[in-house]
Every structure is written in C-alpha cells, then in structure tokens.
Nanobody, 118 residues
C-alpha cells in the first residue's frame, strides 16, 4: 500500500513563503512523476506543478516564477517551495504520485491546508 504524507501547510501572510513536503512510501520512487495539486472551496482540483523522474518540471501559469518543485530520490520526498504567496493561493494542497511505467498507478495524499491571509 502506497502512502503519501504531506507536511508544511499553515497560515501565512500575503507575500510570505511556505515549503510543502511529501514523503512517499514506495520502493520505486524514482520512476514516479510527482505532482502537487490544490483545491480551493467551490473550485475543482487543479494541477499546480509536477516533476518527472528525469527532473523535468511544469507549472501552472498562476504560480510560475513563485513556486518551485523539487525531488529528493534518496529520501522519497518531493517539495514545493512557495514564495510571494497571495490569498488566491489559499487551498488544500495534495501530493500526487503517478507511476511512469506499466502499471500506471496513481496515488493521492490526504492534503495539507495552506491559508494566505493577513
């Protein structure tokens, strides 16, 4: 059973920073694309950023230049560094793991709340 555990959420003022982490309990972490999604109240879940096994990254337009995704294959961990946060970034952030080889399995974490407010 694969488990993804997020940490690092919380309350931050506009303009502040947070660093989210996701620890994955998989034996073949290095063949997973890891991603972060978020869901604000009343909105659909949206992709924030992902990083492939080879280290290629992609970001939603709304976070480009402010957020950075990275992975630590030695520790089965993915991070999301979030800078210049705005109230529009308030959401529950979910870690996602997508296996790049067959079987193409996908897993979700429980989510961590990020609130940007003064």
């Amino acid at each position: 059973q694969v488990r993804l555990v997020e940490s690092g959420g919380g309350l931050v003022q506009p303009g502040g920073s947070l660093r989210l982490s996701c620890a994955a309990s998989v034996t073949d972490f290095n063949i997973y694309t890891m991603g972060w999604y978020r869901q604000a109240p009343g909105n659909q879940r949206e992709l924030v950023a992902f990083i492939t096994s080879g280290g290629s990254t992609s970001y939603a337009d709304s976070v480009k230049g402010r957020f950075t995704i990275s992975r630590d294959n030695a520790n089965n961990t993915v991070h999301l560094q979030m800078n210049s946060l705005t109230p529009e970034d308030t959401a529950v952030y979910y870690c996602n793991a997508l296996r790049e080889l067959i079987p193409r399995l996908r897993y979700w974490g429980q989510g961590t709340q990020v609130t940007v407010s003064s």
